[in-house]
């Protein structure tokens, strides 16, 4: 909205405009309510100090004593989780050493997460069979042994693209031996014996001798103290948002106008070249997208490698699962990510410093499965391993297809906008298509149950595909035009949002 403002009217006016607002009447309202939140729960902090049974001081001793006996007494768990950890920081093309499953190297072509909330990968074998790995299959952390570049399209239970796979590694440069580890192998933590009683004991004579451990209020107190840790904490919380509501709108959009300027979107109170493309852009990370685009880091990709480095921006990982680890499809793309990383990191670190709420970082999560939607793969190949419902699956391909749309109509260099048009294309078909016609997807409704009628699905089996070392030229397409679809917030015109 800022770029809109400053294209739109003069300084004056739009200030004038800001402070009439209706943002601006939600903001003192709010302040109101936040100090009166405030008031209430220092009052039930200082109540809640007076009536401790014990000490404070004593009580967290204790708490931590008992603490530390019971981290001690667990190892084996403290191990599993570092080895799922290790695995869940494994990416596709990634070559580790099996313990199991006869040992040897072994191709990672995917990482999930079962929905008890256990990592799983799936590795290929050079005897090309397809295993199921998982954290108890390690009595260390994997060795890694090198990586390969997997094949496109993305297919891992294809026949074909699984013989690719084991051709190329047959043909890799491993840092370790076949079946064995070699010197160069990136080792895994030897497994520490688990420490017995010699340690836990005295850990827990210790916090058993405590002043404070025999006491009938002990329990009560540890509870106690708890909660008022629990209320400090909201009160800090509620002493920052009364500051940050405190400011007015005003202040809010001149921050941002300095920030622009810092950037380059800005100069004065006039919209520089950038700044005029940023105005035309819709969406939340719009500055970081613009920014991206300007630096040439979506140029000399084909349709779905856009698609998959476009997905950065518009999707964000909420599950409570970890998130898999990132996988994009070409070197170029993989660079482009680091750099897009590495701009985003300097823009919340601006933002930050000019007290304005902080972009959300990218997420590559979504990247595998929008290649391989705009690639052409059916529906139950792209979902087979991942923890994603058709619902959740469509909203967020038809939110990346709307900012392909966009960069279409946003690119100065007409090969990307041709690519990023030709991956909207692509990625409206199927269910997707068809849940535009009937007015969006369902999470309880089962994709397969939606009715088929709308634009035709590729039918080039699967087994017919093509096998690619790299990704092809961008085709020339006309450049589809932006959406104008908001987010909630309703900018005048687009660009950067202004928020109490």
Request: proline share 6%; hydrophobic share 40%.
């Amino acid at each position: 909205m800022a770029a809109n403002l400053v294209r739109r009217y003069d300084e004056e006016e739009a200030v004038q405009l800001l402070n009439r607002s209706f943002a601006q009447y939600q903001a003192d309202r709010s302040v109101v309510q936040l100090e009166q939140r405030l008031r209430e729960r220092r009052n039930l902090l200082a109540d809640l100090r007076k009536g401790m049974s014990l000490p404070a001081e004593g009580v967290a001793e204790l708490r931590a004593l008992r603490r530390r006996a019971s981290e001690a007494r667990a190892p084996g768990q403290v191990r599993r989780r570092a080895i799922e950890t290790a695995i869940a920081g494994l990416g596709p093309g990634t070559v580790i050493q099996l313990e199991r499953h006869g040992g040897g190297p072994a191709v990672v072509v995917s990482v999930g997460q079962r929905r008890s909330g256990a990592v799983r990968l799936r590795a290929l074998t050079p005897g090309r069979r397809l295993v199921e790995v998982l954290a108890e299959d390690f009595e260390a952390e994997p060795a890694r042994l090198g990586e390969i570049e997997l094949p496109r399209p993305y297919v891992p239970n294809n026949r074909h693209f699984q013989d690719e796979v084991v051709r190329r590694l047959a043909r890799a440069r491993l840092t370790g031996g076949r079946g064995r580890r070699g010197r160069g192998a990136v080792q895994g933590r030897r497994r520490q014996p688990d420490r017995g009683d010699e340690e836990v004991g005295p850990l827990w004579e210790l916090a058993e001798a405590h002043p404070l451990a025999g006491h009938p209020e002990a329990e009560s107190a540890l509870r106690q103290l708890a909660r008022v840790e629990r209320i400090e904490r909201e009160v800090l919380e509620l002493s920052r948002r009364v500051g940050s509501a405190s400011d007015t709108v005003g202040r809010h959009f001149r921050r941002l106008l300095e920030l622009l300027e810092g950037w380059g979107y800005v100069d004065g109170w006039r919209l520089s070249a950038r700044g005029e493309l940023l105005a035309r852009c819709y969406h939340e990370c719009d500055l970081l997208v613009v920014e991206s685009l300007t630096r040439g880091l979506l140029d000399g990709l084909d349709p779905p490698t856009l698609a998959a480095l476009a997905s950065v921006f518009s999707y964000e990982h909420r599950s409570r699962t970890l998130p898999q680890q990132t996988w994009l499809p070409s070197a170029r793309s993989r660079d482009s990510y680091r750099t897009i990383l590495d701009l985003s990191q300097r823009l919340q670190a601006d933002e930050q410093l000019s007290r304005l709420p902080v972009t959300r970082e990218p997420d590559a999560t979504f990247a595998g499965l929008a290649y391989a939607w705009a690639s052409g793969s059916v529906l139950d190949d792209v979902l087979e391993d991942e923890e994603v419902s058709g619902g959740d699956f469509v909203r967020n391909v038809k939110q990346l297809l709307d900012l392909c749309r966009q960069l279409a109509d946003l690119a100065a260099e007409p090969a990307t906008a041709a690519a990023a048009a030709r991956a909207s294309d692509q990625l409206f078909r199927g269910v997707v298509a068809v849940s535009s016609t009937i007015g969006g997807a369902d999470d309880d409704v089962p994709v397969d149950d939606m009715p088929v009628d709308g634009p035709p699905v590729d039918e080039m089996a699967v087994d017919e595909m093509p096998v690619e070392d790299s990704p092809g030229e961008a085709v020339d397409a006309a450049p589809g035009q932006g959406s104008a679809e908001g987010d909630g917030e309703a900018p005048l015109a687009g660009g950067r949002h202004v928020r109490p």
